[in-house]
């Protein structure tokens, strides 16, 4: 059954998200973000993303690393449809996150801002798929706080969560390592982020 939230992303809000969702100037700072952070991986083969979108995120790999197969799933019908407009070569998958994935695994399996709106009661379903799905890993780039707490999203209750997501993925899997964290700033000058800090976790 879905979750409330999971509702919220696949219908009409979801939809309008779509179109505040791309801009250059997000496809500049996804360059400047994806290139640190593949910095630190080395040479990859494959990435998938949960939570895609419209596919701004997998768009700044392919430019950083244009022979690499790109995957990406979402909940939104209609930006998986926009996406496989755009980019027909992409493995797009129309479905939830906190259900089991048949897919390829990846060398690189990410979210970005995807985490902080699922139900927190479902937040484990996410790391499994995260984990079952990479072949080496895992990129968590969400808004962190040290302890779990629910903002108001848009005017929305329990639509936005913020917590240590990477140290929970660490306490979960004891393989995992943390290999780099980075902040982006949404003052930053030249590249402005939403206050995100990413996490590079290795198998």
Known sequence: MSTEQEKFWEGEFGD?????????????????????????????????????NVGMNLMALELLAPKISISGIDINQKAIDELKKEKPDYNLYQQSIIDSLNVDIADLTFTKGVLI?????KLNNVYENLYENSNK?????????????????????????????????????????????????????????????????EK
Not at 23 to 47: C, E, H, M, R, Y
Not at 117 to 121: F, Q, T, Y
Not at 185 to 197: A, G, I, L, N, S
């Open 16 to 52: 309008s998200y779509i179109s505040r969702n791309q801009s250059d100037g997000l496809l500049a700072a996804n360059l400047s973000l994806f290139s640190d952070i593949l910095q630190k991986t080395g040479p990859i083969d494959s990435v998938l993303e949960l939570g895609c």
């Open 137 to 201: 890993f895992i990129c968590i780039n969400e808004y962190y706080n040290p302890s779990p707490v629910t903002i108001n999203y848009r005017g929305h209750d329990d639509r936005l969560f913020k917590r240590d997501f990477c140290g929970e993925m660490m306490d979960k899997y004891s393989d995992l390592k943390l290999v780099d964290y980075g902040f982006g700033y949404r003052r930053d000058p030249v590249f402005q982020q939403d206050d995100m800090t990413w996490f590079l976790l």
């Open 117 to 121: 709106h699922i139900n927190p009661e």
